[in-house]
């Protein structure tokens, strides 16, 4: 599902951001990843998501080479792709139903799978009740679960997560991290970067630390 090889990343002027990184996940894998600021972690979701591309080595996604994928075929390759942000950039002018509903109508999905798959979307983080409030009226909880649904809605097999947990208490940090679990435990591949450690000990799943560009740990937790 995710295999990196030697992976690589720098960037112009010099900056080193990923150095050798090589790790596999499996479907239904879900694993956080860790470091300091600037240690890499974005920069290797980034490699994931076709943002960025490896200046050596190989990533291998749901068995295709990224550095085949050419740029007129990255949206088609980023539909396996859930991304969810820190600040879930939800649109404030619509409704918690239009903002999830966006990738579906972008992907050209009718009306009636829309209305589906929004509202089985939204049943999954408990917010069906809340599809025709506007996000400004949501706790930033709720928000962020809005920024998952929305991630998910297009039946990803991969969630990545970018500090999804950095602006919210531990209480509404834990239900996020239960919501992202559940996802695992019916398939779907689970990469969360994030600096809250203490939590994530808790999660019992495996853990990658990065520093200075270097995968330092890779553990699998039980």
């Not at 619509?94 to 939204?122: H, M």
């Not at 909880?141 to 991969?158: D, F, M, S, Y």
Request: proline share 4%.
């Amino acid at each position: 599902m995710i295999k990196f090889i030697h992976a690589c990343k720098r960037y112009p002027g010099g900056h080193d951001a990923l150095l050798n990184v090589s790790f596999e996940m499996q479907q239904g894998d879900m694993a956080f990843l860790t470091g300091h600021s600037g240690a890499g972690k974005s920069t290797l979701l980034k490699l994931i998501a076709l943002i960025e591309r490896t200046s050596r080595g190989q990533v291998v996604i749901n068995g295709q080479n990224t550095s085949r994928v050419g740029r007129r075929r990255i949206p088609h390759f980023r539909r396996n792709i859930g991304i969810i942000f820190q600040d879930h950039q939800l649109l404030f002018d619509r409704t918690v139903y239009d903002n999830v509903a966006l990738p579906l109508i972008i992907s050209g999905y009718p009306d009636r799978e829309i209305g589906r798959r929004v509202r089985a979307a939204l049943d999954k983080v408990g917010l069906l009740n809340k599809e025709k409030s506007y996000p400004i009226t949501l706790s930033g909880g709720e928000q962020q679960r809005v920024g998952i649904a929305r991630a998910v809605v297009n039946k990803p097999p991969l969630l990545l997560a970018d500090e999804p947990t950095g602006n919210l208490d531990p209480e509404l940090s834990w239900e996020v991290m239960q919501t992202f679990q559940q996802f695992s435990q019916v398939g779907v591949t689970v990469l969360i970067a994030t600096h809250d450690l203490e939590m994530i000990k808790h999660m019992g799943h495996r853990i990658l630390a990065l520093k200075k560009g270097q995968l330092v740990t890779d553990t699998a937790q039980h």
